[in-house]
Nanobody, 126 residues
Framework: QVRLVESGGGLVQAGGSLRLSCAASGNTFRTYNMGWFRQRPGKEREFVATISRGGTNTFHSYSVKGRFTVSRGNAKNTVDLQMNNLKPEDTAVYYC???????????????????WGRGTQVTVSS
């Protein structure tokens, strides 16, 4: 089992940037497909971005494509989400998630992920 801890959330004005980071425990990080999800007030948890075990495959949701970028550092057991040109509708709790996966495999569905962090709040003011 892996423990995931998110950091980097906060309050930012529209048009600003934030970088979220997720630190994973243990020595099996390289075996996980990693994902970022978010839950906006009154909404269900939704997919934001995902990255494969080796970092070669990524996929971003339509609503964040071109503004957010997912990356990972397997040597440091971290996965990051660079968020630029933030909008008020990006306000949400952001979660990091992990799933055991074959090399290159990525998924964008909440139920496919086995391990979850507790989340970090991102608030974008207009």
């Amino acid at each position: 089992q892996v423990r995931l801890v998110e950091s980097g959330g906060g309050l930012v004005q529209a048009g600003g940037s934030l970088r979220l980071s997720c630190a994973a425990s243990g020595n099996t990080f390289r075996t996980y497909n990693m994902g970022w999800f978010r839950q906006r007030p009154g909404k269900e948890r939704e997919f934001v971005a995902t990255i494969s075990r080796g970092g070669t495959n990524t996929f971003h949701s339509y609503s964040v494509k071109g503004r957010f970028t997912v990356s990972r550092g397997n040597a440091k057991n971290t996965v990051d989400l660079q968020m630029n040109n933030l909008k008020p509708e990006d306000t949400a709790v952001y979660y990091c998630a992990a799933r055991d996966a074959p090399l290159g495999d990525i998924r964008a569905v909440v139920s496919e992920y086995e391990y979850w962090g507790r989340g970090t709040q991102v608030t974008v003011s207009s």
